[in-house]
């Protein structure tokens, strides 16, 4: 596509449920990103995906959070056991190596 | 580490000038962005530093100072759909060229 895509745009899960989110990124793009932005805040680094490179997981916030990605292609963020304290937008993005990062338009994560 | 800092929230007069400031402290500067955010939307990029100077893209400049560690984004003739947030970004090349965010900062342009 033309875009960085994320689906599902929302998700509305139940405390301790597993909930999976997808990117895909602009085709071509080796470097793909996962941020989380609470309501009013700014952009909190999760993870960072570089080519075959081993991937940056030190933004995680717990061992609940996990990601993979499918060599320079489609990415998963799962996060176990949510908690309400997990409800948040979650930003995908990706680039070409040193360039500007396209953003997709988030997936919106609210736990009941 | 990184450790970006912007004011939380300014407001500006439409058709005024501007400035946002940021500051930054890295391990391996090697880039610095800014981005727009619409409310409930996402980021657009606005603007790309890396080396010192002011880089101009019509209303909207911007400036790094690497030995300040300091940058600023100045938006002249504003209008009141700049009203946003805007966040300042750099990258970490000892990070494998990961890109970290500040808390950004909110403008809102008055008429």
């Known amino acids: 596509g033309a875009g960085v895509s994320q689906s599902p745009s929302n998700k509305v899960t139940e405390k301790g449920k597993d909930v999976e989110l997808r990117c895909d990124p602009i085709?071509?793009?080796?470097?793909l990103y996962w941020y989380r932005q609470r309501l009013g805040q700014g952009l909190e680094f999760l993870i960072y995906?570089?080519?075959?490179?081993?991937?940056?997981k030190s933004g995680l916030p717990s061992d609940r959070f996990s990601a993979e990605r499918t060599g320079e292609s489609v990415s998963t963020l799962t996060i176990q056991r949510t908690q309400q304290e997990d409800s948040a937008v979650y930003l995908c993005?990706?680039?070409?190596?040193?360039?500007?990062?396209?953003f997709g338009s988030g997936t919106q994560l609210s736990v009941l | 580490g990184q450790n970006i800092d912007q004011p939380t929230e300014m407001t500006a007069t439409e058709g005024a000038i501007v400035q946002i400031n940021c500051t930054y402290q890295?391990?391996?500067?090697?880039?610095l962005f800014w981005y727009q955010q619409h409310a409930g939307e996402a980021p657009t990029f606005l603007s790309y530093?890396?080396?010192?100077g002011l880089e101009e893209k019509g209303r909207f400049s911007s400036f790094l100072s690497r030995s300040k560690g300091y940058s600023y984004l100045l938006l002249k003739e504003l209008q009141m759909k700049d009203s946003a947030s805007y966040l300042c970004?750099?990258?970490?090349?000892?990070?494998?060229?990961?890109?970290?965010f500040g808390t950004g900062t909110r403008l809102t342009v008055i008429p």
């Open positions: 993005a990706s680039s070409s190596p040193g360039q500007k990062l396209f």
């Open positions: 085709s071509g793009h080796t470097a």
């Open positions: 995906f570089q080519g075959n490179s081993a991937p940056d």
């Open positions: 890295t391990s391996g500067f090697n880039g």
């Open positions: 530093n890396v080396l010192d």
């Open positions: 970004a750099v990258r970490d090349l000892t990070g494998a060229n990961n890109l970290f």
